[in-house]
């Protein structure tokens, strides 16, 4: 249970549901309350509730309760309920039992004398014990005034039931000796000679081994979040006062130091204060590549230590880490509900009583035509057990919950299903520069000296060792010199001077080295370079030794080597990338240029990012914004589509509606095309499951299907739209 300023948000589990009716009433009765706001999901078992003020729990479990069903507060301790193998006893003793009984009655040469009898004796208990969570929920809503699809099942087996009975106790169907045929389509008769217990074992087996079957489905489509979640480290290896000491994870605290040695996972979020090491980070951000870490850099918990001893300070821990608010963020997209999922659970909510309406006109109507009592009861069964929308209620969330649990094993976040939704529609794509496009952090794009001797380099790079400008830490790296520097003096504005292993150095601009750019002649190599480098928009030095200019260093913030191949992707998806930076036009038209970038937008204050999203959209532009840093979090929020980086600050990726876990840009491209899949798989879902009923219904009406094939059918139904939302299992990277 989470609290705002604004609002409470409670999530329930809720226990008892059948079918996606039964989410759909609780979903009612609880937005009825006072302030609240809330969405139940069928396939997560969950209910997510927002209220603006604050309710007590007890009083949301009581509405929950009165509408017939158990919630109750998460807890993480209690073993995780599984369903699929409380109805796997039900499906085999069902099936096992059924076999018979519909072998007999499909096949008249079985039929020896009193077979009618042993179907009776095996479809008792397939009808009181295996079907009784049907007959248990229809109850339980009866008496609250409701229907179900357990209603129609449990109507419609029963009405089997009581006709057969009916035929064997006051018709001719129990004599000794009796036999009669099996027709996929209905016969018409009298009825005194019919039985149907191979409707009744059928439908209750077919059905129950749907539900296995959809049980068993949903937990390979958690599995995922479920993974990230027992990823963590259970032991660390606390270190206080120079002594090693082996504790759970949760007794850790922001502040403790602990040791991580070669292939043991990072206990928790930290930053690496001892030791070098690469990290395998695979399973949190999807990067296939270890990364190497050092004194100062962050580490995430549950990724593995590949090679190195490492001592971390703890930043993050417990429910505060990376990992977990992962999948916090995972199971919030998976609790709620997109707009196409409202509408199918509208129509479920009002279908079932429609249903029982059209099997009562359907019974009628033969029978005014003439047609017997058994047929249009058997008709009447059909059109109660082909109608059950079960499929509409998967449609959606199997589809999220595999959509969303693979993109927390690509590195991607969806915050929610209505995300899935704006991704349909954007159109241009604004990416902010340093960060995103480029690596933010300055690194040597060209150097260019006078004559062959390179050793001016390693001058230069020694000199500048000894500043802290950022531009000098790029060159220092770039070069790694360590000659000996003496007399070091900063020169704001202009540059650096220095006495290298002897040598006089001078970096810095054309003044400082004694150099006039813009004198006529020809101009040394250098100085040409100098110039044509800053035209590109990158920052040049120039490099003297000894008075005597020897060499240009170009200075960068270097594109992403993935940047380019990004660009691309997005283009191919058929949106329109757009450069926004406050950079000088000439830096932000260069970086465009080398990664395909036609748009840019430059020199924009921090503050005016936003007004320039609402530019875009004021001209009617469906606009996805992918940032990274603080200044991005105001326009993040307004775009139809924010994407963080996850390598950015906490208020960029707060104001999100897609997180990717690494730097790559790629992974937006790859992100959009997730959520356009799983967006897809969803209505594809959504058509076969109503144009399957709206194709079933007329034929099992028109007597063209037997009972037990019509459940067949119905449960197969389930399967496919299950079957169809796990293909997104296997949606790859490009």
């Known amino acids: 249970m989470t609290t705002t300023a604004q609002h409470q ?31 139940v999901n069928y396939a997560t078992e969950k209910a997510r509730v927002l209220t603006d003020t604050p309710i007590p729990v007890a009083d949301l479990i009581a509405v929950v309760e009165q509408t017939g069903y158990h919630a109750a507060l998460p807890d993480p301790a209690k073993p995780e309920v599984d369903h699929a193998k409380e109805l796997q006893s039900r499906v085999i003793v069902s099936a096992v039992l059924a076999l018979p009984v519909i072998v007999l009655a499909m096949v008249p040469a079985w039929q020896f004398p009193g077979w009618q009898w042993v179907s009776l004796a095996l479809t008792i208990p397939v009808y009181g014990w295996a079907g009784y969570p049907f007959h248990r929920s229809a109850v339980v809503n009866a008496r609250h005034f409701a229907t179900t699809m357990d ?15 009916y035929a064997l106790f006051f018709g001719h169907a129990g004599m000794i000796g009796y036999t009669h045929g099996f027709e996929f389509m209905l016969m018409r008769g009298t009825g005194e000679g019919s039985v149907y217990f191979e409707a009744v074992v059928g439908i209750i087996t077919f059905l129950l081994l749907g539900r296995w079957f959809e049980a068993r489905s949903k937990q390979r489509a958690g599995e995922a979040v479920r ?7 259970t032991e660390a290896t606390l270190l206080r006062g120079g002594v090693e000491t082996r504790v759970p994870v949760d007794f850790l605290k922001p502040g403790d130091t602990f040791v991580v040695r070669p292939g043991e996972k990072i206990a928790t979020d930290g930053e690496v204060i001892e030791g070098s090491s690469a990290v395998d980070a695979s399973m949190v951000t999807g990067e296939s590549v270890p990364v190497d870490v050092g004194p100062g850099d962050a580490v995430i918990g549950a990724t ?65 035509a003439g047609a017997g009592f058994a047929f249009a009861a058997s008709a009447a069964v059909a059109v109660l057990i082909i109608a059950c929308p079960c499929a509409l209620g998967l449609a959606t969330p199997t589809a999220l919950l595999v959509g969303t649990g693979r993109g927390a094993q690509l590195g991607i976040v969806i915050k929610g299903p209505e995300i899935l939704e704006r991704t349909k529609s954007v159109s241009t794509v604004v990416l902010d520069k340093t960060g995103t496009v480029t690596t933010g952090t300055m690194a040597v794009v060209e150097v260019v000296g006078e004559g062959p001797d390179a050793g001016w380099l390693r001058l230069a790079g020694a000199a500048e060792s000894a500043s802290e400008h950022p531009i000098a830490q790029a060159i220092a790296e770039h070069v790694a010199s360590d000659a000996a520097v003496t007399d070091f003096e900063n020169l704001p504005g202009r540059g650096i001077r220095a006495t290298v292993d002897g040598h006089q150095v001078l970096v810095g601009t054309p ?102 999203i609402k530019r875009l959209q004021a001209d ?59 967006l897809a798989t969803i209505k594809g879902n959504l058509f076969w499951a109503f144009a399957y009923n709206v194709a079933a219904i007329p034929l099992a009406a028109l007597g063209f299907l037997n009972p037990m094939i019509a459940g067949a059918a119905m449960a197969l139904s389930s399967v496919f739209v299950v079957l169809n939302s796990l293909r997104l299992r296997r949606f790859g990277v490009r």
Do not use: Y
């Open 9 to 39: 948000s409670i999530e329930l589990d809720i226990d008892g549901m059948t079918c996606a009716s039964c989410a759909a009433r609780i979903e009612k009765k609880l937005n009825k309350v006072d302030g609240v706001t809330a969405s």
């Open 151 to 165: 209603t129609l099942i449990s109507l419609g087996t029963t009405a089997a039931m009581g006709w057969s009975l």
């Open 227 to 233: 993974a990230l979640l027992q990823l963590g480290a």
């Open 304 to 368: 593995v230590n590949a090679n190195g001893r490492l001592i971390v300070q703890a930043t993050r821990v417990g429910a505060d880490t990376q990992l977990a608010h992962i999948a916090r963020l995972v199971e919030q997209a998976q609790t709620g509900k997109a707009n196409v999922q409202r509408l199918a659970d509208r129509v479920s909510s009002v279908f079932v009583p429609v249903v029982i309406g059209l099997a009562v006109m359907t019974l009628l109507g033969w029978l005014l």
């Open 511 to 612: 003044a400082l080295v004694g150099v006039d750019v813009g004198a006529e002649g020809s101009a040394p190599d250098a100085v040409n370079a100098f110039v044509g480098s800053q035209a590109k928009g990158h920052t040049a030095v120039l490099v003297a030794v000894d008075g005597e200019l020897r060499g240009m260093i170009a200075v960068a913030d270097a594109v992403k080597d993935t940047s380019a191949d990004a660009i691309a992707d997005l283009l191919a998806l058929g949106l329109t990338p757009v450069l926004l930076t406050g950079d000088a036009r000439a830096v932000a038209e260069a970086v465009a240029a080398e990664v395909g970038i036609e748009k840019v937008i430059a020199e924009v204050l921090p503050a005016d990012k936003l007004a320039e």
């Open 620 to 678: 009617g532009t469906q606009v996805a914004m992918v940032g990274d840093g603080v200044n991005d979090s105001a326009a993040l929020a307004q775009a139809d589509l924010g994407i963080a980086m996850g390598t950015g600050t906490d208020a960029a990726i707060a104001a999100s509606d897609l997180t990717l876990m690494r730097g790559d840009l790629r992974l937006a491209a790859t992100a959009i095309r997730l959520s356009r899949a799983t």
